[in-house]
């Protein structure tokens, strides 16, 4: 049979079914989609491509899904480092964004962006930001697919004058994109402490009508908490709930101060967590829960957020850092495993934007959103556990290509040169001798 | 005039004088040290060398000093994620290193990390391991410089038959290198509670005699902690002092259940604490206090550990962890600034091996042990704050050039191909347009 490409792959990590390390395996792309994965002995058999692409050394696994971006930001990547919170938003990130704030700004930047993530390994992001079609234009154009925001703000911007009028370009931005397989959209009330309970109602309104997900930062600070219980005598998760917001559409971006009872409502109603960890640190918000959050069933989804709190849109190294977070925090090296950690970076963010049943694992009929990632390298030899040197020894830079809808969207090619001649391939095969004693 | 090399950088962090960035500053090369420093303008005007570096998008630093590594480990790589620590010990590690120990693993693993190591930005290595005549072996076919540890440890191994054994050898290695550049010695008593009191005292007078550090694991766990109170009746730090090792030579390796009293009794003594931030999270072993320690005016530095217990011998990427875990233990994000970590990350290791009259800074006279990191690709644009962007946008993939004593070790070369054409640069050119809008 004729393919439209088939990747031969060393090592398959399908996400589903869990758990699972396939060898020697090749995936089939025709239209798009993923039409068969079977081992490639049979897949040489069985079908012709004018497109094979051999990874004698790489691991084949679903693209990454990126739970939280604000891509706009990585024209703003790098002011302020080492500021407070405060006046890293008073003096350079408003300022900044005051000036920039347009419809350009917003595209260009998220091409930028698009590309990073693309280059590693991203296939698609949850955006979260002002100008949201001109977020899904630069996205696209980096060759993403994307869900973008109906951004929901208590305060107006150039992209709208005030809540009625985000409400309903958002409304308007969810109807344009009902039928569009590479853009979704999602309703976004920014924060509990941004925005008024009747425009929260509202938004849950919109989610229940439309289906589609909410997308929201909760319990971000210690600061949100304390505001929430002395403005309105419950915590944020407690006012969703009231408010209609906390069911299986909920993405609860960040989740630092979750407490167990906010983890058991999320639970019960089936909400999903997206964890941003540098995010977190960084601005010294604190420490989310992860372990918690898994240990109580709850979906969860790994997002980088933007490059202004982290300057690095690095989901393979976030889902890293993610999972070592969560060992320290809950002093347990058994938790958080890799094959969570991997689950959570590609179907938990798949199944948080309700896009499962397209995106997010390696099926046969489902959108061929796939990277490879090579560990012929040093850094990663020998390869001794592919899934846990995937997550902890490789890096960005390992991914190599990336295909969204079996188009290849990024291709790197890496040259090393040593001073010596032609060491890193004797280097390999010394790695190699010694795995073999083992 | 004449000289061996002359590297053009757009920006120079010479890490001392402190909180530096210059910009189009040339660093001349001469008999393997650093001949001179000035603008390119003038150095173009002042001196020859037929190997002119130019990079137009690149930081220049001093090589990057990884304080704690047992490099040997890389060919253990992979082995038993996700277990508990005695789980991991009893059934992976020490199965594992009891089947391989040999001079030979030791040469040929340390040569694998060294040029991980290389690769990603390392010019001077701290390891502790079994056989340091042949980890040094490895580690200079690398490239590197290094500081290899007489290893003394409570039981037998491959490399000894017990303390009086690895007394002597430690002894005998520490003389072997007293006038070697590439190869300095530490005396290495492996923790506090796999050493006696006698030992622990006799590497104190090693130490002292031949004016070489102490490299030694610390307040690695709670359970550490508590067995010394249990066993001694006194705290790891308290009972190292009272054997006479608490002074300026100490390196206290890992330090995470390090209290106030702790913190103390090293700043006075003038020690050094060693921090391997992925180590201490993927073991759960907990959250080193470093914003205090440095606070209290303790010399830090940052290690990778070995490559069993952090799958990634990345120093840029640990400094960029160590940074923002500060911040969030710290509940501080003004904590641990950037150009404090930069320093970490090079003379605070060089100080710590009191070696930093030669290495650790980009000063005249200094050894020439240099990296150039690359800031042009679109995960590090616009360049607001190299610097910061440095230590939080850029990672190992971007170190170009890496040189130790004048001699380039290792060069990368990335190509880059799009599914666009020539897409990188007209990237580039749209971040820089924004740039200029701020």
């Known amino acids: 049979m004729q393919a439209d490409t088939v990747i031969e792959a060393r090592w398959l990590i399908p996400v589903v079914p869990k758990n699972t390390v396939l060898e020697h395996m090749s995936v089939v792309i025709s239209g798009g989609r993923i039409a068969d994965i079977l081992p490639t002995a049979q897949a040489r058999l069985r079908y012709q491509s004018d497109d094979t692409v051999t990874l004698p050394e790489s691991v084949v696994m679903p693209g990454l899904v990126n739970l939280h971006s604000h891509a706009a930001m990585n024209i703003i990547r790098g002011l302020g480092a080492d500021l407070s919170l405060m006046d890293w938003l008073n003096t350079k990130i408003w300022p900044a964004e005051g000036k920039l704030m347009s419809a350009d700004y917003v595209r260009e930047g998220s091409l930028l962006a698009g590309r990073e993530m693309a280059m590693s390994g991203v296939t698609c992001t949850s955006d979260q930001y002002f100008f949201p079609e001109s ?27 005030g809540d009625e009028d985000y409400l309903a370009k958002s409304e308007a931005l969810i109807r344009n994109h009902e039928n569009d397989p590479f853009v979704h959209a999602t309703i976004a009330p920014h924060a509990p402490y941004t925005v008024s309970d009747e425009s929260l109602r509202r938004c849950a309104d ?21 505001g929430s219980l002395k403005t309105y005598g419950l915590r944020p998760i407690e006012r969703l709930t009231r408010l209609g917001l906390v069911n299986d559409r909920l993405i609860a ?27 977190n640190l960084k601005l010294a918000s604190g420490f989310a829960p992860l372990a918690a ?7 969860v989804g790994i997002g980088t957020d933007g490059a202004a709190s982290n300057d690095k849109l690095d989901m393979l190294g976030e889902t890293r850092l993610a999972a070592m977070l969560a060992k320290a925090v809950a002093g347990d090296s058994t938790a958080a495993k890799v094959f969570d950690m991997l689950e959570a970076a590609t179907l938990g963010g798949a199944r948080a934007l309700h896009w499962d049943q397209e995106i997010g694992s390696v099926e046969t009929g489902k959108q ?17 556990d592919p899934a846990a ?13 990336v295909w969204v809808a079996g188009q ?17 391939f ?5 790695a190699k001798k010694w795995q073999n004693m083992l």
């Open 206 to 226: 919109i989610s229940e009508r439309f289906g589609v997900p909410v997308h929201i930062h909760v319990n971000e600070t210690a600061g949100e908490v304390e």
């Open 426 to 430: 004797s280097l390999n095969s010394v």
């Open 389 to 401: 040197q995937l997550l902890y020894s490789a890096g960005r830079e390992n991914v190599t290509h």
């Open 408 to 424: 290849l969207i990024a291709e790197k090619i890496l040259s090393v040169r040593y001073s010596e001649e032609n060491c890193g």
């Open 368 to 384: 061929a959103d796939l990277i490879a990632v090579d560990l012929s390298g040093v850094e990663c030899q020998p390869v001794q």
């Open 135 to 161: 977020a899904a234009e630069g996205l696209r154009e980096a060759g993403l697919r994307c869900a973008v925001s109906g951004l929901v703000i208590g305060f107006p911007s150039a992209w709208g004058s």
């Open 293 to 299: 959050f898994m240990k109580a069933g709850v979906n």
């Open 253 to 279: 971006v960040h989740s630092v101060h979750a407490d167990a009872s906010d983890i058991d409502k999320m639970a019960q109603a089936g909400s999903s967590m997206c964890h941003c960890p540098s995010s």
